[in-house]
């Protein structure tokens, strides 16, 4: 296999080439149906919670067969991930803006006292 570094566009190309590939099938492009594919994001999370619990993080860093099985399913969250751009027709450069956006307010938190705050209010 050769070694390739993806772009969003190109992910999101993949994708839409998938869901063409599938349509018949699958026959639900609409945006309405992006949520569907968040909750099938979430279960693939799931299952790579799962190999962590039942392997551990060495297993994943040191074991060829573990890794490549958690890569299969941070693939499968990616590729949930680029259908939902695709359905909400969310550009790469949409993604990528916000994305660089919350970075940059991310690198301004003080997350410990952010979590400080947020965890001794007495909101429960």
């Known amino acids: 296999m050769s070694e390739k570094n993806l772009t969003i566009e190109e992910m999101k190309n993949m994708q839409f080439e998938l869901y063409e590939e599938n349509k018949e099938k699958w026959k639900d492009n609409e945006p309405q149906y992006a949520k569907n594919h ?18 551990g993080i060495d297993a994943i860093m040191e074991n060829e067969n573990v890794r490549n099985r958690f890569l299969e399913e941070l693939s499968d969250v990616q590729m949930y991930y680029m259908e939902i751009l695709n359905r909400l027709n969310i550009t790469s450069e949409e993604i990528s ?27 429960f």
């Open 38 to 55: 968040i909750l099938f994001m979430v279960e693939e999370i799931g299952e790579c919670i799962s190999i962590i619990k039942k392997k």
């Open 97 to 123: 803006n916000a994305y660089i956006e919350k970075h940059n307010i991310n690198m301004k938190r003080n997350y410990e006292k952010d979590n400080k705050e947020k965890y001794n209010k007495k909101t």
